[in-house]
């Protein structure tokens, strides 16, 4: 399977909990990106990561939440003492090293269901 | 603040006949813009995009269209196939950022 994979597809926390959100990208992509989608709601960027290194975490919540790519394995988004407005469809793309970025569009995964009960 | 609207949150349409969907940005640093479609409990999958370089872009039933002077794109699908029914998204981006900037969608459905 070459697509981008997110595991798991659907998570359920309690509020206090940590969610641990992991996403390999397809084989020959070194970027990652993370975009989380909150109910009837548009796609919102989070953080763009290349092997080992965070490029933009503009769109990071200040606390909670941290995201890492590592050398070996795949990216993980990890949001720590969940509440319930973290309940989110999130999403995770990835693209290759192109000069320009993303002239094709980015592959996406089919995201992880966040439930904070 | 929404930089990119798409002001419809819904369309019906028949099989058969053409689909247009909106979007508006309000950025002028966007030079690159990507329509995606959505089904339910899947990711975006891309579609198709353009170069603010260029005013038109076609693959297959699909084209888009870029108006630049008045911050306005537009994606046409002819023929429109019941399979096309999913939640459309424009996005755009601007220089080397490689971050999307969404709308917030529209749900085409077609109808047989």
């Known amino acids: 399977n070459a697509g981008v994979m997110q595991n798991p597809r659907h998570l359920v926390r309690r509020r206090g909990q940590e969610a641990r959100l992991r996403c390999s990208p397809m084989?020959?992509?070194?970027?990652v990106y993370w975009y989380r989608q909150l109910p009837e709601e548009g796609l919102k960027f989070m953080v763009y990561l290349q092997k080992e290194n965070i490029i933009d975490e503009s769109g990071m919540p200040k606390e909670r939440f941290s995201a890492e790519f590592p050398k070996e394995g795949p990216s993980i988004l990890r949001i720590q003492q969940v509440v319930r407005g973290d309940s989110a469809a999130y999403f995770c793309a990835s693209s290759p090293l192109t000069r320009t970025g993303g002239d094709y569009g980015y592959t996406f995964g089919s995201g992880t269901r966040l439930t904070v009960v | 603040d929404q930089q990119v609207k798409q002001n419809s949150p819904s369309l019906s349409v028949q099989e058969g006949r053409i689909s247009i969907l909106n979007c508006d940005y309000t950025n002028s640093m966007f030079d690159y813009f990507l329509w995606y479609k959505k089904y339910p409990a899947e990711g975006p999958t891309f579609l198709i995009s353009?170069?603010?370089i260029k005013d038109k872009n076609e693959d297959g039933r699909f084209t888009v269209f870029l108006n630049k002077s008045a911050k306005h794109l537009s994606l046409h699908i002819v023929p429109s196939q019941p399979g096309d029914s999913a939640v459309y998204f424009c996005?755009?981006?601007?220089?080397?950022?490689?971050?999307?900037?969404w709308g917030l969608g529209t749900s085409l459905a077609v109808n047989p």
């Open positions: 084989k020959g992509h070194s970027h």
């Open positions: 996005a755009a981006k601007a220089g080397n950022n490689r971050k999307l900037i």
């Open positions: 353009i170069s603010s």
